[in-house]
């Protein structure tokens, strides 16, 4: 017996990023129509950026939403308007931080397609009371207001830029949500611990450490470490001068007859060794942990404070 399946279509929302799923009903839709939804956030316009794909119902997550309607000229309109009036409001918002003196940095506005809500996104050190500041705000826009505190990952997220590797930013073009990043990460790519060399423009260790963190598992696994004693086919013990992880090439300072050192390449299939065993840390790299495990300790603390 067949499992039923069902059409789906995933949409992305301006502010958001992130990609959400929904049933296309008896809509032609494709992908880069605009269209209306309904999410627990309310009626929304969104991008459709993966079109009608079936899939098997038991791998929905219910409940799967209807699309409403493909956006009408009217409703692009409407949300023309609305990034207009983010505008001003993010403007207002500024000068009433300002007049309360909140030690808060406001970083985005946005409104609802059916201007029901306004949120608005801050970092801050710890918690803050702004309660009056939701009052003055409701006053001047007549509508309900939220306030959300996020993390500086969301804050890079929502504004963007490019990375080191010349490329906009993995968080802002395509990462619907972020993963937990290690300094074992790090380590196990055998990138270089210097805090500025893998931490991303958001002061962070960089999401797309995480993007070949399995295949390096699996890949380092199967090697030695630098300086470890392997024994080559010929019999020949040798220490390891260099590896190559993609490759799995593995080049051995061994000694010949004459005394002579000669160095050879391996695959590491064609090697003799004890099972790969942690390295230790060099002074340098010590200092620089303590920074990496800052870093990591502050993301950790920012989410659950946010949660």
């Not at 032609?28 to 079936?54: A, N, S």
């Not at 808060?104 to 949120?119: A, H, P, S, V």
């Not at 509508?143 to 929502?158: A, N, S, Y």
Request: with cysteine; glycine share 6%; charged share 35%.
């Amino acid at each position: 017996m067949e499992a039923n399946v069902v059409t789906i279509i995933g949409v992305r929302f301006r502010k958001t990023g992130k990609i959400y799923y929904f049933s296309p009903g008896k809509l032609k839709i494709e992908k880069q129509d605009h269209v209306i939804v309904e999410t627990v956030r309310g009626v929304e316009y969104g991008t459709v950026v993966l079109g009608p794909k079936e899939i098997p119902e038991s791998e929905i997550v219910q409940p799967l939403r209807t699309v409403i309607r493909i956006a009408t000229e009217a409703d692009d309109e409407v949300e023309r308007k609305n990034h207009e009036k983010e505008k001003k409001a993010f403007e207002i918002c500024l000068e009433k931080i300002a007049n309360h003196k909140l030690g808060m940095k406001l970083i985005d506005t946005e409104y609802t397609f059916d201007n029901n809500k306004i949120m608005f996104y801050f970092t801050a050190d710890g918690r803050i009371d702004f309660r009056e500041l939701v009052k003055d705000l409701a006053a001047v826009f007549k509508t309900r207001i939220e306030l959300r505190q996020i993390g500086v990952r969301d804050e890079t997220k929502i504004l963007g830029g490019i990375g080191i590797c010349g490329r906009p930013l993995c968080c802002h073009t395509y990462l619907s949500d972020f993963v937990p990043v290690s300094i074992k990460m790090a380590k196990e790519q055998n990138l270089s611990l210097n805090p500025t060399k893998i931490s991303g423009v958001c002061g962070r260790l960089m999401c797309c450490l995480n993007n070949e963190e399995e295949a390096y598992e699996e890949l380092n696994s199967k090697l030695p470490n630098m300086g470890d004693t392997v024994i080559t086919p010929e019999g020949i013990k040798g220490d390891v001068q260099s590896i190559s992880v993609l490759k799995q090439l593995v080049k051995v300072v061994v000694t010949l007859e004459n005394d002579e050192k000669e160095v050879r390449e391996y695959h590491v299939d064609d090697l003799k060794f004890k099972p790969r065993k942690r390295r230790e840390h060099t002074e340098k790299d010590n200092k620089a942990m303590k920074e990496l495990e800052r870093l990591e300790k502050m993301d950790k603390t920012e989410k659950s404070n946010l949660d």
